[in-house]
């Protein structure tokens, strides 16, 4: 059972525009959403994070708006830069901490010039 | 963030053989690890999920008999695959987090090729 859904599976963006990733979890007890993102041959890192008191995260160019009614959340990339190109997760656990993550199924970026 | 040091980056046996992996936390103190296993252009699957001085928890699905995991410090846990085979090769990563479990750090990984 897939408890965290991800989409698009896979998204091309011209530079310095922006890019959108939605997550869909199942789980009403998942209180903590971090996207990381993963570069080939790499492990992931984490981007940036949120919980569920808060409707938007903001940091840089990255923005995490959540939904708590409709258990969605979203990673928003605003002037998509050429090294934005990797893959991008959402994940999902319990009990406002880091552990036992369940991953969404990926998406990966490309940014064209 | 940590710095998490996972060793080797690639590695290739032939089957039957056992691969050991190892994930040193450089900076932190790691109460607890886990192992995701990754598959090429897939997700992350958590195999397992280990505290210091305690015996691993194992996900559903996953040997215990054939991935042994050693948590023996707060700065190293090891991952060794037995008798290995070659639906085993895949992309191994292990994670950190700390006494307040706030943030995963995660290591580079390890491609295992198992001929």
């Known amino acids: 059972q897939q408890q965290v859904k991800q989409s698009p599976q896979s998204l091309i963006v011209q530079k310095g525009g922006i890019s959108i990733i939605n997550c869909a979890y199942e789980?009403?007890?998942?209180?903590?959403f971090p996207w990381y993102q993963q570069f080939p041959g790499k492990g992931p890192a984490l981007l940036i994070a949120?919980?569920?008191?808060?409707s938007e995260k903001k940091e840089g160019r990255f923005t995490i708006s959540f939904n708590k009614s409709a258990k969605q959340f979203s990673l928003h990339i605003m002037d998509s830069q050429p090294g934005d190109s990797a893959t991008y997760f959402c994940?999902?656990?319990?009990?406002?901490?880091?552990?036992?993550?369940?991953f969404g199924t990926g998406t990966r970026l490309q940014v064209t010039l | 963030g940590a710095v998490v040091s996972q060793h080797p980056s690639r590695v290739i046996c032939k089957s039957g053989t056992s691969v050991k992996i190892e994930c040193r936390s450089l900076?932190?103190?790691?109460?607890?690890m886990f192992w995701y296993r990754q598959f090429p252009k897939q997700s992350l699957m958590l195999m397992a999920t280990?505290?210091?001085?305690?015996?691993?928890?194992?996900e559903q699905g996953v040997e215990k008999d054939k991935f042994l995991i050693n948590h023996a410090s707060l700065t190293l846990s090891t991952l060794t695959v037995t008798s290995a085979h070659p639906e085993d090769s895949s992309f191994y990563i292990c994670?950190?987090?700390?006494?307040?479990?706030?943030?995963?750090?995660f290591g580079q990984g390890t491609r295992l090729t198992v001929v």
């Open positions: 280990s505290n210091e001085g305690s015996k691993a928890t194992y």
């Open positions: 994940a999902a656990s319990i009990a406002g901490t880091a552990s036992k993550l369940t």
């Open positions: 789980n009403t007890a998942f209180d903590y």
């Open positions: 900076d932190f103190q790691a109460t607890t």
């Open positions: 949120i919980r569920p008191d808060v």
């Open positions: 994670a950190l987090t700390g006494g307040r479990n706030t943030e995963a750090f």
